[in-house]
C-alpha cells in the first residue's frame, strides 16, 4: 500500500510521517505541493508543522496549493485522508471537516505527552482503536483550539463524528475538549496531537513503562492499512 | 499607490481567547470599565493600478475567501484609501 | 552649504544614487565625518585613514565601523582567544575536521558523518525587543550551521533573566521565550535542553545564548570563501530592508541606562518559515554541487559578508550594490552596506552552474540577485549606479581589525566576597527550621521546575531526540540505521565565576561535561559564549582573562577542543558589570543512542550510589 | 455600549513576515496588481459607560502602552463608535 505524504514549503513533521508510514508496514510516497499529481497513492497525510509559517490563519495559505484541488477531489471520492495538527488546519481551511482552529486559550505554544480517549473508531484511520480506549500522544501547538458554532457542535457530537477528545488536560481550549474529528463518510480525520511522534519506542511520549516508549500512534497507520487490505 | 483596507473580527458568537486575555489583563492593572475586548485582523492592500469595480469585486472576493475564514470570522469593513488619506 | 551633523546611528549620506565617491573621498580629504556616533574611536577613524591614504568614504566608514566593532572583531578578546588554539594536544585535535575560526566547527563523530555547533548571544538585542531579538539571535545561530554545508537538527538555549520579582522581569522572559519557542519550532528544530536562571544583576541586561547543532557527511563540508577569478556572487533570501541598521556596532557595544528600554534603535524582524525556506534551498544547493560556498549574513550584513568571503579567498571582489533587492527602495548606499535583515544568505557560484543554481532557489521561491564577482585583484571594490563608493583591502576590514591590549587589574572587592564564605552563616537549630531553609531552597526560581519554559518548545519534531528535558544533556540521533548519536549540554553558574573567574569557568566546563558523560555519550569538543561586562573596565577585564585562561587550561586537562563560540562584553546596567558568566556547552559522541542513560530513577529495585568526592 | 476601536500596524520599515507571505500567495494564484499587503491587528474594545476625555486619555494610553508594543508597532486609528455605528 502507498501512503503519500504532502510536504508544503514550511512542512517540519513531513518526513515522521513518512517514517510513521514505513515502521507501520506501508510504503510513503513524498509528494509536493506544487504539483498536480497524487502518483497513485491509495491514501494521505497532511503532515505538521508551519506551512507559509501559519501566517494568515494556520493552514489557510497551504490550503491555496495546487496538490490541495486533488486531494479535495481525492477525499470526496472516498480517498482516506490524515490531517495531523497543520494539516488538521487545512483540512478545516478547506471546509473537508467542520469547525475550526484558533490560538490557545493561554495564548502559548504548548508541547505535551497528551492522553486522549478514542470516542469513535468509525474512520478509515481509527479502527484498531477501541472505544473508550485511552492513548497518549505527544501534542504541540500554538492555534489548536477546537472551535465551531453550537449547531456545528451539536451536529458533530450528535453524528459521532468526534473522534478523541482530551482527557485530564484540555490543553489549548477546544470547546468539548474535543482533539479530533472525522467527515460525515469517515475517510477524512483531522486531529491536533502528532500520532507520527508515537510510532518507534525511544523516541516518543513516556509511558508508565518506560521513558520515550510510546508507540499508540501506530494505530492510525496499521488502521487505514487494514482497511485496504479488505477493499482490495 | 492606493491602498484599501479590509477589517476582519471573530464571529460575535464565539470564543476570542485572546481578546479574553487582553480584557483580563487591562482589569488586573485597574483598568476597569471595559467590559470586552475582541480582536481582529486589519489589512493594508496596495495596488498597482487605480481601484475600478473590477478591482473592488476582487477584493471582495478575496477578503471573503482567503482574508477570511467564514467559519470562524466575519468581514466588517473594506475600506478604500486615495494616497491622501480621506476615505470613499 | 553648512554641514549638519548626524544625529542618527546610521552615516549621514547625500541621498540615493549620488553617495560619497572614492572619487569625491580623495578631493575632500577635510570632510568632517560621524565615526564617534558611529563607535569608532578616533585614533581607529586616523588607522583607517592611514590604510586608505584617504579619508574613508561613507560607505567604506559604515563598513569598517560594523566591522572593528567589538561584535564583529573581538579586538579586546583575540589576545586571550589565542589560548583555545595553542593549549591543544594531539588528541585534541584527532577528530577536529575545522577548529576555531571558520563560522562553526566541525568533529567527526564517526561512520563518514560530522557534527557542527556552535553558540552565540544576542543578549542586546532581547532586552530591547525581547521577543524579535531572540527569535533573531536563533535564526543567526542556525545560519552560522547552515553555512558549513550541514542540516541543522537540534537547538538548545541559555538564558539569564533579572529578578523573578521586578517588574521588567516578565516583559522579557515572556517576550525572550515565546521568540524561541515561534522562531524554533517554525523552523522544524527539537530543541534539547538549555538553562534558566535569575538574578538581579541580569536585571537589565539578560542574556540569551542560543545553540544550534548540524549534522553532515563527510562529503558535505563547505567552506565560505571567495576563491575562483570569474565566480559569482550571488545574494539570496530575503530582501533586504532598514532592519537593525547600526545594530551590530551600537547594539552590541553601548550599555543601557538604568530606567527601561528608552534607547530604541530599529530592531531585526524575524522570519521563521523564510529561514526554514532557505534551509533546504540551501541543503539541495549543496547536495546538486551547485555552490562553492555559502556565507550567512548577521551582524554586519552585506559588510561582513563581502569582506569576509574576500579575505578567506583569492582576495578580491567586484560588487555592483544596486542589484541588492531591496524592500524599501529608499535605502541609501551605506544603510544597504550596514543593514542587517535576516534570512539572507551569499554564495559564490562558478559561471556554469549558474543557470542550475537560479533554478533551485526558484523552485523554493527564494529570490536571488547577483551582486558581483570574484577577482585576483586583492580589492574588495563596491560600485553604487556606475560608482564607486567602497575600495579597500578586505584583510583591513575583516581580519586586521584593531586588535587591544586592555588594562587587567585585580578587583578589590574579591578578598572580602571570597571571605565572606557560607560557613559563617547560621546552621538551622532545629528540624523546623532546617525543613523550612529546604522547602525555601526548591521552591527559589533557579531550582524550581522549569516546565513552563520547556514546555513551549517542540522537543519531538524530526523524530531523533533521544533525550532532552528534564534530562540533564539533551540527545539526538544520526543515523537512524546504526543509532549513531550526539550529546550536548551547556553550563555556568556566575555566581562562582564573581567569586573566582579562573575556577568558575572550570567548574562550568567540568558540569557540562559531567552532564554529557552521564548521558553515556563520550565528550569531544567545546562551544563556548563568554558573556562579560565592558572591557573598558580593567576588573571586568581580569574577570576575562581569568574565565579564558581556566577554561582553556580545563580543556587541555580533559582533552576536548574548543571548536568556536562568541564573545558578548559590555553586558551591564550603568557601571555594574553582570557577573561574569562564561556559558560551555560540551558536545558528545555515543554510537548507538539505544543505550543512553536518561535522568531520574528507571526502575524499581535498582541500586543507588553516590559518585566522587 | 459605546465601542472603540483601535488599529495598530507593523512599522512601515520593518519587516512583515505575514503580509508578506499573503502577498506571496495572491500573486501565486493569479491575483497579481497587488503590491503589497501588510496585516495589523484591530481591536474591539467595549466601553461600559459613555466615553468621556477621562475615557479617550485611558484608551490613548492602553492603546500605546498595552495593545501595541512601541518598538516594531504603529498606533494608527483610534476611533469611537456609538452603538448606532457612525464614527465621531
Ligand atoms: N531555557 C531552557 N531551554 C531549554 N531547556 C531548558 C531551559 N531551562 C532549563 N531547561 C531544561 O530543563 C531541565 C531542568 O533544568 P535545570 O533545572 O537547570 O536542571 P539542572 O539543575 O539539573 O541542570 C534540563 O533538562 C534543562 O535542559
Given at each position: 500500500m502507498k501512503i503519500g505524504v504532502v510536504t508544503f514549503p514550511g512542512s517540519l513533521d513531513d518526513r515522521d510521517a513518512q517514517r510513521a508510514v514505513r515502521l507501520a508496514g506501508a510504503e510513503p510516497v513524498a509528494l509536493w505541493h506544487?504539483?498536480?499529481?497524487?502518483?497513485?497513492?491509495?491514501?494521505?497525510?497532511?503532515?505538521?508543522?508551519?506551512?507559509y509559517g501559519d501566517y494568515l490563519r494556520c493552514g489557510a495559505i497551504a490550503s491555496l496549493s495546487p496538490i490541495m484541488t486533488e486531494v479535495i477531489d481525492a477525499a470526496n471520492k472516498g480517498m482516506?485522508?490524515?490531517?495531523?495538527?497543520?494539516?488538521?488546519?487545512?483540512?478545516?481551511?478547506?471546509?473537508?471537516?467542520?469547525?475550526?482552529?484558533?490560538?490557545?486559550?493561554?495564548?502559548?505554544?504548548?508541547?505535551?505527552?497528551?492522553?486522549?480517549?478514542?470516542?469513535?473508531?468509525d474512520s478509515a484511520w481509527t479502527s484498531d482503536f477501541a472505544v473508550g480506549q485511552e492513548i497518549t500522544i505527544p501534542l504541540k501547538n500554538g492555534e489548536g483550539g477546537f472551535i465551531a458554532d453550537a449547531e456545528t457542535l451539536a451536529r458533530l457530537e450528535g453524528e459521532g463524528q468526534v473522534m478523541f477528545r482530551y482527557v485530564d488536560v484540555n490543553p489549548n481550549g477546544s470547546l468539548n475538549d474535543i482533539a479530533g474529528v472525522r467527515n460525515v463518510r469517515g475517510n477524512v480525520v483531522g486531529l491536533m496531537p502528532h500520532p507520527e511522534h508515537a510510532v518507534e519506542a525511544g523516541f516518543g511520549p513516556d509511558t508508565d513503562a518506560a521513558m520515550r516508549s510510546g508507540v499508540d500512534g501506530l494505530g492510525f497507520f496499521t488502521s487505514v492499512i487494514k482497511q485496504a487490505l479488505v477493499n482490495a | 499607490m492606493p491602498t484599501i483596507v479590509v477589517e476582519v473580527m471573530p464571529k460575535a458568537e464565539l470564543l476570542d481567547p485572546q481578546g479574553k486575555a487582553v480584557a483580563g489583563a487591562l482589569a488586573r492593572i485597574g483598568k476597569d470599565g471595559f467590559s470586552s475586548v475582541r480582536i481582529g485582523k486589519r489589512f493594508e492592500i496596495t495596488v498597482d493600478g487605480p481601484v475600478t469595480d473590477a478591482v473592488r469585486a476582487e477584493v471582495e472576493?478575496?477578503?471573503?475567501?482567503?482574508?477570511?475564514?467564514?467559519?470562524?470570522?466575519?468581514?466588517?469593513?473594506?475600506h478604500y484609501e486615495t494616497p491622501a488619506g480621506e476615505t470613499h | 552649504?553648512?554641514?549638519?551633523?548626524?544625529?542618527?546611528?546610521?552615516?549621514?549620506?547625500?541621498?540615493?544614487?549620488?553617495?560619497?565617491?572614492?572619487?569625491?573621498?580623495?578631493?575632500?580629504?577635510?570632510?568632517?565625518?560621524?565615526?564617534?556616533?558611529?563607535?569608532?574611536?578616533?585614533?581607529?577613524?586616523?588607522?583607517?585613514?592611514?590604510?586608505?591614504?584617504?579619508?574613508?568614504?561613507?560607505?567604506?566608514?559604515?563598513?569598517?565601523?560594523?566591522?572593528?566593532?567589538?561584535?564583529?572583531?573581538?579586538?579586546?578578546?583575540?589576545?586571550?582567544?589565542?589560548?583555545?588554539?595553542?593549549?591543544?594536544?594531539?588528541?585534541?585535535?584527532?577528530?577536529?575536521?575545522?577548529?576555531?575560526?571558520?563560522?562553526?566547527?566541525?568533529?567527526d563523530v564517526g561512520e563518514g558523518w560530522a557534527v557542527t555547533f556552535k553558540i552565540e548571544s544576542h543578549n542586546h538585542p532581547s532586552y530591547i525587543e525581547p521577543f524579535q531579538g531572540a527569535a533573531t539571535g536563533v535564526g543567526g545561530i542556525v545560519r552560522d550551521i547552515i553555512s558549513m554545508g550541514a542540516r541543522p537538527v537540534a537547538v538548545m538555549d541559555a538564558l539569564r533573566f533579572g529578578d523573578i520579582n521586578h517588574p521588567d522581569t516578565a516583559r522579557v522572559v515572556h517576550g525572550v521565550v515565546s521568540g524561541i519557542s515561534f522562531y524554533g519550532n517554525c523552523l522544524g528544530l527539537p530543541n534539547i535542553g538549555g538553562e534558566t536562571y535569575f538574578d538581579s544583576v541580569y536585571q537589565a541586561n539578560p542574556l540569551v545564548n542560543a545553540l544550534a547543532v548540524g549534522v553532515l557527511r563527510h562529503e558535505d563540508l563547505h567552506l565560505a570563501n571567495a576563491k575562483g577569478v570569474g565566480n559569482k556572487v550571488v545574494l539570496f533570501g530575503a530582501r533586504t530592508g532598514g532592519d537593525g541598521i547600526g545594530g551590530a556596532s551600537i547594539l552590541a557595544s553601548d550599555s543601557f541606562d538604568e530606567g527601561g528600554p528608552t534607547k530604541r534603535p530599529a530592531v531585526q524582524v524575524g522570519d521563521p518559515f523564510a529561514e526554514k525556506v532557505l534551509i533546504e534551498c540551501c541543503l539541495e544547493l549543496?547536495?546538486?554541487?551547485?555552490v562553492e560556498g555559502i556565507q550567512d549574513l548577521g551582524a554586519a550584513g552585506i559588510s561582513c559578508a563581502t569582506s569576509e568571503l574576500a579575505a578567506n579567498g583569492d582576495g578580491g571582489m567586484v560588487i555592483a550594490l544596486e542589484n541588492v533587492l531591496l524592500r524599501d527602495p529608499t535605502l541609501t548606499?551605506?544603510?544597504?552596506?550596514?543593514?542587517?535583515?535576516?534570512?539572507?544568505?551569499?554564495?559564490?557560484?562558478?559561471?556554469?552552474?549558474?543557470?542550475?543554481?537560479?533554478?533551485?532557489v526558484k523552485k523554493w521561491d527564494v529570490e536571488t540577485s547577483v551582486l558581483g564577482e570574484v577577482t585576483d585583484t586583492g580589492r574588495l571594490v563596491i560600485n553604487w549606479h556606475g560608482e564607486e563608493i567602497v575600495n579597500v583591502d578586505p584583510n583591513t576590514v575583516a581580519v586586521d581589525g584593531p586588535v587591544y591590549d586592555r588594562p587587567v587589574a585585580y578587583p578589590s572587592w574579591i578578598d572580602a566576597l571570597q571571605a565572606d564564605s557560607a560557613a559563617t552563616l547560621a546552621r538551622p537549630a532545629d528540624a523546623a527550621e532546617l525543613r523550612a531553609q529546604l522547602l525555601t531552597l526548591v521552591g527559589s526560581p533557579n531550582l524550581a521546575d522549569k516546565t513552563w519554559i520547556t514546555s513551549q518548545y517542540d522537543k519531538y519534531v524530526l523524530g531523533n531526540t533521544a533525550l532532552s528535558f528534564p534530562d540533564d544533556g539533551g540527545m539526538v540521533r544520526v543515523d537512524e540505521e546504526s543509532g549513531l548519536g550526539f550529546a550536548v549540554a551547556t553550563d555556568a553558574n556566575g555566581r562562582y565565576c564573581q567569586l573566582d573567574p579562573k575556577a568558575g569557568a572550570r567548574l562550568a566546563l567540568a558540569e557540562a561535561y559531567r552532564n554529557v558523560a552521564t548521558t553515556g555519550a563520550v565528550p569531544v569538543a567545546i562551544s563556548d559564549c563568554l558573556n562579560f561586562g565592558s572591557p573598558e573596565n580593567p576588573e571586568v577585564m581580569w574577570q576575562f582573562s581569568q574565565a579564558v585562561e581556566g577554561l582553556a587550561d580545563g580543556c587541555l586537562e580533559l582533552e576536548v577542543p574548543v571548536t568556536g563560540g562568541n564573545v558578548s562584553f559590555y553586558n551591564?546596567?550603568?557601571?555594574?558589570?553582570?557577573?561574569?558568566?562564561?556559558?560551555?556547552?560540551?558536545?558528545?559522541?555515543?554510537d548507538d543512542v539505544a543505550r543512553r542513560i536518561p535522568s531520574g530513577w528507571q526502575d524499581d529495585g535498582h541500586n543507588i550510589y553516590l559518585l566522587g568526592t
Amino acid at each position: 500500500m502507498k501512503i503519500g505524504v504532502v510536504t508544503f514549503p514550511g512542512s517540519l513533521d513531513d518526513r515522521d510521517a513518512q517514517r510513521a508510514v514505513r515502521l507501520a508496514g506501508a510504503e510513503p510516497v513524498a509528494l509536493w505541493h506544487g504539483s498536480h499529481s497524487l502518483e497513485g497513492v491509495d491514501a494521505l497525510v497532511l503532515p505538521g508543522g508551519f506551512s507559509y509559517g501559519d501566517y494568515l490563519r494556520c493552514g489557510a495559505i497551504a490550503s491555496l496549493s495546487p496538490i490541495m484541488t486533488e486531494v479535495i477531489d481525492a477525499a470526496n471520492k472516498g480517498m482516506p485522508v490524515l490531517g495531523i495538527c497543520n494539516g488538521f488546519q487545512m483540512l478545516a481551511e478547506a471546509h473537508l471537516v467542520d469547525g475550526g482552529l484558533i490560538r490557545n486559550d493561554h495564548g502559548n505554544f504548548v508541547c505535551r505527552d497528551q492522553k486522549l480517549r478514542v470516542e469513535n473508531t468509525d474512520s478509515a484511520w481509527t479502527s484498531d482503536f477501541a472505544v473508550g480506549q485511552e492513548i497518549t500522544i505527544p501534542l504541540k501547538n500554538g492555534e489548536g483550539g477546537f472551535i465551531a458554532d453550537a449547531e456545528t457542535l451539536a451536529r458533530l457530537e450528535g453524528e459521532g463524528q468526534v473522534m478523541f477528545r482530551y482527557v485530564d488536560v484540555n490543553p489549548n481550549g477546544s470547546l468539548n475538549d474535543i482533539a479530533g474529528v472525522r467527515n460525515v463518510r469517515g475517510n477524512v480525520v483531522g486531529l491536533m496531537p502528532h500520532p507520527e511522534h508515537a510510532v518507534e519506542a525511544g523516541f516518543g511520549p513516556d509511558t508508565d513503562a518506560a521513558m520515550r516508549s510510546g508507540v499508540d500512534g501506530l494505530g492510525f497507520f496499521t488502521s487505514v492499512i487494514k482497511q485496504a487490505l479488505v477493499n482490495a | 499607490m492606493p491602498t484599501i483596507v479590509v477589517e476582519v473580527m471573530p464571529k460575535a458568537e464565539l470564543l476570542d481567547p485572546q481578546g479574553k486575555a487582553v480584557a483580563g489583563a487591562l482589569a488586573r492593572i485597574g483598568k476597569d470599565g471595559f467590559s470586552s475586548v475582541r480582536i481582529g485582523k486589519r489589512f493594508e492592500i496596495t495596488v498597482d493600478g487605480p481601484v475600478t469595480d473590477a478591482v473592488r469585486a476582487e477584493v471582495e472576493a478575496i477578503a471573503n475567501d482567503i482574508l477570511s475564514n467564514s467559519v470562524i470570522e466575519d468581514v466588517v469593513g473594506i475600506h478604500y484609501e486615495t494616497p491622501a488619506g480621506e476615505t470613499h | 552649504m553648512t554641514e549638519t551633523p548626524a544625529t542618527t546611528s546610521a552615516p549621514a549620506s547625500a541621498g540615493r544614487g549620488v553617495a560619497d565617491t572614492v572619487q569625491n573621498a580623495a578631493a575632500t580629504p577635510e570632510k568632517e565625518q560621524p565615526y564617534g556616533a558611529l563607535g569608532l574611536k578616533p585614533d581607529e577613524y586616523e588607522q583607517i585613514k592611514k590604510i586608505l591614504g584617504r579619508r574613508p568614504t561613507s560607505g567604506e566608514l559604515a563598513m569598517y565601523s560594523v566591522m572593528w566593532s567589538e561584535h564583529c572583531s573581538y579586538k579586546s578578546s583575540k589576545n586571550y582567544l589565542r589560548q583555545f588554539g595553542q593549549k591543544v594536544s594531539p588528541a585534541m585535535k584527532k577528530n577536529l575536521m575545522v577548529g576555531m575560526g571558520e563560522n562553526a566547527g566541525v568533529v567527526d563523530v564517526g561512520e563518514g558523518w560530522a557534527v557542527t555547533f556552535k553558540i552565540e548571544s544576542h543578549n542586546h538585542p532581547s532586552y530591547i525587543e525581547p521577543f524579535q531579538g531572540a527569535a533573531t539571535g536563533v535564526g543567526g545561530i542556525v545560519r552560522d550551521i547552515i553555512s558549513m554545508g550541514a542540516r541543522p537538527v537540534a537547538v538548545m538555549d541559555a538564558l539569564r533573566f533579572g529578578d523573578i520579582n521586578h517588574p521588567d522581569t516578565a516583559r522579557v522572559v515572556h517576550g525572550v521565550v515565546s521568540g524561541i519557542s515561534f522562531y524554533g519550532n517554525c523552523l522544524g528544530l527539537p530543541n534539547i535542553g538549555g538553562e534558566t536562571y535569575f538574578d538581579s544583576v541580569y536585571q537589565a541586561n539578560p542574556l540569551v545564548n542560543a545553540l544550534a547543532v548540524g549534522v553532515l557527511r563527510h562529503e558535505d563540508l563547505h567552506l565560505a570563501n571567495a576563491k575562483g577569478v570569474g565566480n559569482k556572487v550571488v545574494l539570496f533570501g530575503a530582501r533586504t530592508g532598514g532592519d537593525g541598521i547600526g545594530g551590530a556596532s551600537i547594539l552590541a557595544s553601548d550599555s543601557f541606562d538604568e530606567g527601561g528600554p528608552t534607547k530604541r534603535p530599529a530592531v531585526q524582524v524575524g522570519d521563521p518559515f523564510a529561514e526554514k525556506v532557505l534551509i533546504e534551498c540551501c541543503l539541495e544547493l549543496y547536495k546538486n554541487e551547485l555552490v562553492e560556498g555559502i556565507q550567512d549574513l548577521g551582524a554586519a550584513g552585506i559588510s561582513c559578508a563581502t569582506s569576509e568571503l574576500a579575505a578567506n579567498g583569492d582576495g578580491g571582489m567586484v560588487i555592483a550594490l544596486e542589484n541588492v533587492l531591496l524592500r524599501d527602495p529608499t535605502l541609501t548606499a551605506e544603510e544597504i552596506l550596514m543593514s542587517e535583515s535576516q534570512e539572507r544568505m551569499m554564495a559564490i557560484v562558478t559561471p556554469e552552474k549558474l543557470e542550475g543554481f537560479l533554478e533551485v532557489v526558484k523552485k523554493w521561491d527564494v529570490e536571488t540577485s547577483v551582486l558581483g564577482e570574484v577577482t585576483d585583484t586583492g580589492r574588495l571594490v563596491i560600485n553604487w549606479h556606475g560608482e564607486e563608493i567602497v575600495n579597500v583591502d578586505p584583510n583591513t576590514v575583516a581580519v586586521d581589525g584593531p586588535v587591544y591590549d586592555r588594562p587587567v587589574a585585580y578587583p578589590s572587592w574579591i578578598d572580602a566576597l571570597q571571605a565572606d564564605s557560607a560557613a559563617t552563616l547560621a546552621r538551622p537549630a532545629d528540624a523546623a527550621e532546617l525543613r523550612a531553609q529546604l522547602l525555601t531552597l526548591v521552591g527559589s526560581p533557579n531550582l524550581a521546575d522549569k516546565t513552563w519554559i520547556t514546555s513551549q518548545y517542540d522537543k519531538y519534531v524530526l523524530g531523533n531526540t533521544a533525550l532532552s528535558f528534564p534530562d540533564d544533556g539533551g540527545m539526538v540521533r544520526v543515523d537512524e540505521e546504526s543509532g549513531l548519536g550526539f550529546a550536548v549540554a551547556t553550563d555556568a553558574n556566575g555566581r562562582y565565576c564573581q567569586l573566582d573567574p579562573k575556577a568558575g569557568a572550570r567548574l562550568a566546563l567540568a558540569e557540562a561535561y559531567r552532564n554529557v558523560a552521564t548521558t553515556g555519550a563520550v565528550p569531544v569538543a567545546i562551544s563556548d559564549c563568554l558573556n562579560f561586562g565592558s572591557p573598558e573596565n580593567p576588573e571586568v577585564m581580569w574577570q576575562f582573562s581569568q574565565a579564558v585562561e581556566g577554561l582553556a587550561d580545563g580543556c587541555l586537562e580533559l582533552e576536548v577542543p574548543v571548536t568556536g563560540g562568541n564573545v558578548s562584553f559590555y553586558n551591564q546596567t550603568g557601571d555594574a558589570p553582570i557577573h561574569p558568566t562564561p556559558v560551555v556547552a560540551v558536545l558528545g559522541v555515543i554510537d548507538d543512542v539505544a543505550r543512553r542513560i536518561p535522568s531520574g530513577w528507571q526502575d524499581d529495585g535498582h541500586n543507588i550510589y553516590l559518585l566522587g568526592t
